[in-house]
Nanobody, 127 residues
């Protein structure tokens, strides 16, 4: 069982930056694939980024590539999402998620692949 708690959301002007954190419980944190998703009002949950530390792979959605950076600190059981050059279209609730380390790489952008979810943190970007 893994419990995830996000923090770091807030209100920022366009062009600004935020860093989201996701603290995970459990001694096997390093074995999990960790991802970030977001959901805007009236829209489906959207893949943002994922880090499969065990195979050295990082993926980003095209919409955030070059602006967002995912990282993890296994010693602190924490995954981060550094968000730069934020746009109003980035406004959403951001969710941290964990998937088994055996999950198929081809499925890591699908929310159904992830077994555990945080409660979400609101990010609002004003124009």
């Amino acid at each position: 069982q893994v419990q995830l708690v996000e923090s770091g959301g807030g209100l920022v002007q366009a062009g600004g930056s935020l860093r989201l954190s996701c603290a995970a419980s459990g001694r096997t944190f390093s074995s999990y694939v960790m991802g970030w998703f977001r959901q805007a009002p009236g829209q489906e949950r959207e893949f943002v980024s994922t880090i499969a530390w065990n195979v050295g792979r990082i993926y980003y959605a095209d919409s955030v590539k070059g602006r967002f950076t995912i990282s993890r600190d296994n010693a602190k059981n924490t995954v981060y999402l550094q968000m730069n050059s934020l746009k109003p279209d980035d406004t959403a609730v951001y969710y941290c998620a964990a998937a088994s380390g055996s999950a198929l790489l081809s499925r890591l952008s699908r929310w159904e692949t992830y077994d555990y979810w945080g409660q979400g943190t609101q990010v609002t970007v004003s124009s």
